[in-house]
């Protein structure tokens, strides 16, 4: 009977325990998340596998962490850097002008802007509200300059230096320009072997300015009434400049006769208002050098029936007389002929002075002929100068591209100014 009422136990105890085992089961799911079941019920569109891109094995060089570091201000207790003379330049965005008449033609497109002019100090004055400064341009232009308070302490601030000069443009009014000055500076460029014909921040195209002189007006014709005397057999052929001697004319030829513009001619008159634009372009040359270089230069453009002063025009605006400048593309000397010219023009050394401006001539000489019946045939002929003939024919006989249309008004300001005559 004890035996019977243990089992009934057992079995009502199972009775009621199976139920609730079984209700926890079904139970636990509505608890319990698996992976499995975390994805949805529909079923998506299978994607193609993605391919993992390959690892790259990292390198175990260590960079120094002054490579990585990039200052992009001065931290609150670091004073700035202070620009020079250059930096100043690039950071104004400031345009070279070689003479005055860029600034008069250009007119009032020129107010707010800042420019950079070169020439010598030819003298001070003013009182206690401020100093002016009288500068003379290469172009023998003069121009009043306003200075700012402490100028007098520059070394610029002297009678007869040379500076280079930022200068903010007031206005232009006819012939009459109020600059004042931003910064001057006593030192050259810093690239000095960089000719000037690199120089891309010139004037932008005048749109109201007639062309230049017709070819016919910038040969000499042989029958033109300018003495031409011979040079002496002791006339230098090397670069070395420092050391060479002027030829001297002749003492038996006939003196000169007087004439309005000095630069135009072929005696010691024209010769010492060359020497003076050398000097005026490039004051590192020396008394004997520049004396030198414009003998050269008067030799060549007379044997190339060449007006001395258009010869005169394209070696400022592509060298400043600097005899050895070489340019980015190579281009060598006064004239920067390019080394495959050289042969072709009868030039063995870009470098000496007296075989250069002869090369020089002579390639001018040959563009003149060139587009001597072409309208504004003189400035298509310093055009193929800069750009080749090829690209001048190429663009319709016409001036190619904007950086050869500077280069080709850079040459044309500089005839004008040395000559006016012409250009009327």
């Avoid at 019977?4 to 325990?17: E, H, V």
């Avoid at 193609?48 to 060089?61: I, L, N, R, Y």
Wanted: glycine share 8%; hydrophobic share 40%.
């Amino acid at each position: 009977m004890e035996t019977r009422g243990l089992s009934f136990f057992w079995f009502q105890a199972m009775r009621l325990a199976i139920p609730c085992a079984l209700t926890a089961l079904c139970a636990a799911p509505l608890f319990i998340q698996t992976p499995t079941q975390a994805a949805p019920v529909s079923k998506a569109p299978k994607r193609a596998p993605k391919v993992a891109a390959p690892k790259v094995a990292a390198s175990k060089t260590k960079v120094p962490k002054t490579a990585t570091r990039v200052r992009t201000a001065p931290r609150a207790n670091e004073a700035p850097v202070p620009l020079d003379f250059d930096g100043q330049k690039a950071a104004l965005r400031a345009t070279r002008v070689d003479t005055l008449d860029e600034l008069r033609d250009g007119g009032r497109d020129w107010i707010g802007k800042t420019v950079e002019v070169r020439g010598q100090v030819k003298g001070l004055f003013g009182g206690s509200g401020g100093l002016s400064v009288l500068l003379e341009l290469p172009s023998g232009q003069t121009q009043i300059i306003g200075t700012p308070a402490g100028f007098s302490s520059s070394p610029c601030a002297h009678t007869g230096n040379w500076m280079r000069a930022l200068c903010h443009v007031e206005s232009v009014a006819g012939r009459n320009l109020v600059l004042t000055l931003v910064r001057a500076t006593d030192q050259p460029e810093r690239a000095s072997l960089e000719g000037a014909g690199e120089d891309t921040s010139s004037a932008p195209v005048p749109g109201n300015v007639s062309g230049a002189p017709p070819p016919g007006d910038v040969l000499i014709a042989p029958e033109a009434d300018l003495p031409a005397p011979p040079l002496t057999s002791g006339t230098p052929s090397s670069g070395n400049l420092s050391s060479a001697t002027p030829p001297k004319r002749n003492s038996s030829a006939p003196a000169p006769t007087p004439r309005a513009n000095p630069f135009y001619g072929f005696d010691d008159l024209s010769r010492s208002a060359f020497r003076n634009l050398a000097l005026r372009c490039n004051p590192r040359l020396s008394e004997d050098s520049a004396d030198a270089i414009a003998s050269f230069l008067l030799e060549a453009a007379q044997a190339q029936g060449l007006d001395p002063r258009f010869l005169a025009a394209v070696v400022q605006v592509e060298s400043r007389f600097n005899p050895y400048a070489v340019s980015g593309a190579g281009a060598e000397g006064l004239g920067q002929l390019m080394p495959f010219n050289l042969r072709s023009l009868g030039v063995q050394d870009g470098f000496d002075a007296r075989q250069n401006l002869q090369g020089t001539a002579r390639l001018l000489r040959q563009n003149l002929n060139i587009y001597a019946r072409d309208p504004n045939g003189t400035m298509l002929a310093v055009a193929a100068y800069h750009a080749g003939v090829g690209a001048v024919n190429r663009a319709g006989r016409a001036i190619p591209k904007t950086t050869t249309q500077r280069y080709v008004w850079k040459v044309y300001y500089a005839y004008r100014a040395l000559a006016p005559e012409l250009f009327r």
